[in-house]
Each structure stands twice: as structure tokens, then as C-alpha cells.
């Protein structure tokens, strides 16, 4: 009993520690106005964000339903989604110019692996949402909250088509000469 | 000296399809060739010979010779060959990847440690019509800036040849004229070899002067623009179209 109290502290602690961060993390996506670029993202951070409260409230303590896994997985929920607007407001915000002139004291190589994936992110994120809308004109029903039925048919054809793209950048890497 | 092809058969690793079978071919220093064919034909994959990517960066079962100036391709380094063998290939989003114009196309220089980069990277600009961009982000050019950038950084390595994988494939009609201009001026007033993949015969017919015909890995014709053009049926037979005017 004195440990169940001790750790709902414990968790109360964090929970009470990380909310006005998220909170905080959330009024900046405003103030910077990336919000119409998080509108598209939106579902999928939120389904992100349930999928880790529902299987940490479930699984805490063994198989069930717990009010400590609960207060865990609000924690851990709101950490995630604030992690994520973080790196959201920080690619959104910062030209990949200034990014990659703060590394710039790494060795070539790294800086230049740096550079180039830093610099293929927005080709991928215009992949994806080219891929989205082609399964959407072919039906694809994205108002279904089922992971299973949303995830792949996006997920599938950006991973191969990322793949194969990537092996044509590697060739075009070294026809200029990059070994 | 120009490239020799001799023999050159290809499948590609794990199928077993030979996509090229047999190709024997020569081009001549200052050649402006137009290839065409069915899709799946094995254009591209001739493009890759031509500079070495295959059998060097891409593995399969190789057979035959590619000369460039003389000397095999499989015994050099791609990145030795750049400077012989230019290549845009197909699509300009996926070998575009620097974060301003002129990094782009110094890129390369800096990789074959060219010397007066600044001076080469602003002539190479200036050949394809994008002075003033220096600074601008290469994804966010238009598709037909894009398409020139891409020719400038080939340019700007100063190979002898060009290879091109459908350079028009997604521009309109004013920027492909444009291409296909600047493709003429180098290869006139500076003597650069042009191989260019293309599906618009019209475009070859006004532009290029030898006509390749490749199916099923093989080439099925080969010569003067005149020549294959007016050989109806076997463009027919292809699903080739008949270029106007040469009904
Ligand atoms: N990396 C690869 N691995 C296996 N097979 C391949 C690969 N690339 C191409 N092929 C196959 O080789 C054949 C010729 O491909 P290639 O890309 O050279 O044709 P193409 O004439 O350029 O066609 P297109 O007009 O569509 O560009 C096709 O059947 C293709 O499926
Ligand atoms: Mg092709």
C-alpha cells in the first residue's frame, strides 16, 4: 500500500511536471504558426498518443485495466506529443541552411550525411502526401480510427518508394563524383 | 575516340530477364543521338552502361565491353568516368540535393578536386540561364529550372559526353524547347556528344541527328534520323510515333 501511494506520487509528480511544458510546447505551435502544417499530422499524433495511453493503462500491472498504468500513460503520452511539436516546430522553423551551418564543425562526412538527410525530408513529406491522396481518390477511408487498415497502404508504398528513390540518389551521388 | 559497345549483354541481379542482349554500338566524339523505345526496352539501362554505373554501382551478369576513349569501364571508378560521362537522369527531385544552387553544382568539382570552382560554377550557370539563382533552394526551383540545374551540374564537370534519361518528360512545352536548345548549343558551338532517351519523336526529328531504335534489349535500328524515320513500318510495329512530316 505505502509503495502504491509512493509511486502514484511519483507519477502524479511528473504528470503535474510535464503539462505545462506540453501545455507551453502547444501555445508555441501557435505563436509560430506551423499549426497548418501539424493540421495534416494531427490524427495520426493523436491515434500515436491513445495507442501509448491505452496499452500503458492495460499492461502496467499485468493484463487489466490500473489507475497507476493510467496516470502512466497520460505521462508518457504527453511526453511523446511534446517531443514530437518540439522537433515539428523546430524542422518548421529553422531554414535547413542554419541547421546544417550549426553542424558544420562535424567531420565532412558526417556534416554532408547530415546535410543530405536533413535536406531529403521535405521530398519524403511531399512523397507522403502524394501517397495519401492517391489511396484517398482510390477510396482509402481515413476517417476509420483502425491503424491497421490506415497505416499500410500509406506506409508500404512510401518505404518502397523512399527505398528506391534513395538508391537513385545514391547514383547520382556518384556520377558527380562522390565516393 | 567516342564510346564502343561491343557485345554488351545484361540481367540485372536476382532476375533473369536480359534486359540487354547483344548491343553493339558506336558513338562518335560529337555525336547528337536520340533513342527511343518501347517502355522497358532498356534505355535507361544502356544510359548506366554508357557511364559505368552498371557493372560498377549496380550489380548483375555483365557481359561484353564498353569503351569509353578506349578503355573498359570496369576498369574504372564511376566517379573517374564523371569527367568523361555526363548523366541527368530521370527524375530531377532525387539528384538535386543541396541546400543552395551554387553548392549544387560545385558539388561535383569539389569531389574530382577541380580547380577554379566559383569561375566554373558561375559559367556553368550562366550556360543554362540561371545567373541570379546562386542562393536559391534547389527543391524549390521550377521543374524546368530544375531540369537546367541538373544540366549545369553535368556541365560544369566538363565531360566530353551527356547522357540524358528523358529530360522533357515533365516540363511544358516552352521549357522543353528550351532543353532542347541548349542541348543544340552545346553540342554545336561547344562539341559535346548528346545522348538523349526521349519519347517525343517530333523533338528528335527536329533535333537530334542519328536515331537509335532499341527493343527487348536489343537495337533494332540504328542510324541517321532520315534514315530510321522513314522506316514506316518498324516504327509501326513498335508503337512508335511517325515524327510529322515524315509520313
Ligand atoms: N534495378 C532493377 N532490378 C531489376 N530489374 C530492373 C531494374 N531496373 C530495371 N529493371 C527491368 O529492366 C527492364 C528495362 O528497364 P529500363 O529501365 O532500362 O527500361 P526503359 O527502356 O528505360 O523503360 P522506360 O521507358 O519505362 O523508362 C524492365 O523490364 C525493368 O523492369
Ligand atoms: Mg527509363
Known amino acids: 500500500m505505502v509503495a502504491l501511494s509512493t509511486l502514484s506520487l511519483i507519477v502524479g509528480w511528473s504528470l503535474l511536471y510535464i503539462t505545462p511544458i506540453f501545455f507551453s510546447v502547444l501555445a508555441s505551435i501557435f505563436v509560430f504558426r506551423v499549426y497548418r502544417k501539424l493540421l495534416g499530422w494531427l490524427k495520426f499524433l493523436v491515434i500515436a498518443g491513445l495507442l501509448i495511453l491505452a496499452v500503458q493503462t492495460f499492461t502496467y500491472s499485468g493484463f487489466g485495466f490500473s489507475f497507476e498504468g493510467l496516470f502512466y500513460g497520460v505521462s508518457f503520452a504527453l511526453r511523446f506529443l511534446t517531443l514530437i511539436l518540439l522537433v515539428f516546430i523546430f524542422v518548421h522553423t529553422t531554414p535547413t541552411r542554419k541547421l546544417v551551418e550549426a553542424f558544420s564543425f562535424l567531420p565532412y562526412p558526417l556534416s554532408f550525411m547530415l546535410m543530405l538527410s536533413l535536406n531529403m525530408l521535405p521530398r519524403i513529406e511531399d512523397l507522403a502526401k502524394t501517397i495519401v491522396n492517391a489511396q484517398k481518390a482510390r477510396g482509402l477511408n481515413f476517417k476509420t480510427l483502425n491503424v491497421f487498415k490506415v497505416y499500410p497502404p500509406i506506409l508500404i508504398p512510401l518505404l518502397s518508394k523512399t527505398l528506391e528513390k534513395s538508391q537513385q540518389l545514391a547514383l547520382a551521388l556518384q556520377t558527380r563524383g562522390f565516393e | ?247
Open chain 2, 1 to 247: 575516340m567516342g564510346i564502343t559497345v561491343k557485345n554488351l549483354c545484361f540481367t540485372y541481379h536476382g532476375s533473369s530477364k536480359k534486359v540487354l542482349d547483344g548491343v553493339n554500338l558506336k558513338i562518335e566524339d560529337g555525336d547528337f543521338i536520340g533513342v527511343v523505345g518501347p517502355t522497358g526496352s532498356g534505355k535507361t539501362t544502356l544510359l548506366y552502361c554508357l557511364n559505368g554505373l552498371i557493372p560498377n554501382s549496380i550489380k548483375g551478369k555483365f557481359y561484353g565491353e564498353v569503351l569509353v576513349d578506349g578503355v573498359p569501364t570496369t576498369s574504372c571508378k564511376v566517379s573517374a568516368l564523371a569527367k568523361k560521362v555526363g548523366i541527368v537522369f530521370q527524375d530531377p527531385d532525387w539528384q538535386l540535393f543541396s541546400v543552395t544552387v551554387k553548392d549544387e553544382v560545385a558539388f561535383g568539382l569539389k569531389n574530382l578536386r577541380m580547380n577554379r570552382v566559383e569561375e566554373r560554377v558561375r559559367e556553368a550557370l550562366k550556360t543554362v540561364g540561371l545567373e541570379g539563382f546562386e542562393d536559391a533552394e534547389p527543391y524549390r526551383l521550377s521543374q524546368g529550372q530544375k531540369q537546367m540545374l541538373c544540366i549545369a551540374c553535368v556541365v560544369a564537370m566538363q565531360p566530353k559526353t551527356i547522357l540524358l534519361d528523358e529530360p522533357t518528360s515533365n516540363l511544358d512545352y516552352k521549357n522543353t524547347k528550351n532543353v532542347y536548345g541548349l542541348l543544340r548549343r552545346l553540342n554545336r558551338e561547344e562539341g559535346k556528344t548528346i545522348v538523349v532517351v526521349e519519347h517525343d519523336t517530333d523533338l528528335l526529328a527536329e533535333y537530334a541527328e542519328k536515331i537509335l531504335v532499341i527493343n527487348d534489349g536489343k537495337i533494332v535500328k540504328n542510324g541517321s534520323k532520315e534514315e530510321v524515320f522513314s522506316d514506316c513500318r518498324l516504327l509501326e510495329n513498335l508503337g512508335i510515333k511517325i515524327p510529322r512530316g515524315w509520313f
